[in-house]
Nanobody, 127 residues
């Protein structure tokens, strides 16, 4: 069983930055694919970013077009933590952000391939 705990959300103005953190339990965290998803009011959950292990210390990262160039996913395996650095935030980034883990390491944009989810953290961007 993997437990995920997110933190770092908040209320900011457009153009500001936030960094979300997700701490995971589990002894093989370094090989998990980790993803960030978000869900805005009245909308379906959508993919934001993912990172999958390739080999050694190399990871591949993937972003949705809506956040590419503004958001960065990274991880600290020593702390079992995955981060989402969000810059140049826009009002349309307002959503509950979820961290997800895929122990099989697939790292896709499809939420049904992630087995474990955090409780979510609210990000609100005002105009």
């Amino acid at each position: 069983q993997v437990q995920l705990v997110e933190s770092g959300g908040g209320l900011v103005q457009a153009g500001a930055s936030l960094r979300l953190s997700c701490v995971a339990s589990g002894r093989t965290f370094s090989t998990y694919a980790m993803g960030w998803f978000r869900q805005a009011p009245g909308k379906e959950r959508e993919f934001v970013a993912a990172q999958k292990w390739a080999r050694g210390s190399i990871y591949y990262t993937y972003y949705d077009d809506s956040v590419r160039g503004r958001f960065t996913i990274s991880r600290d395996n020593a702390k079992n933590t995955v981060l989402l650095q969000m810059n140049s935030l826009k009002p349309e980034d307002t959503a509950v952000y979820y961290c997800a883990a895929d122990p099989k390491g697939r790292g896709t944009r499809w939420d049904y391939e992630y087995d474990y989810w955090g409780q979510g953290t609210q990000v609100t961007v005002s105009s």
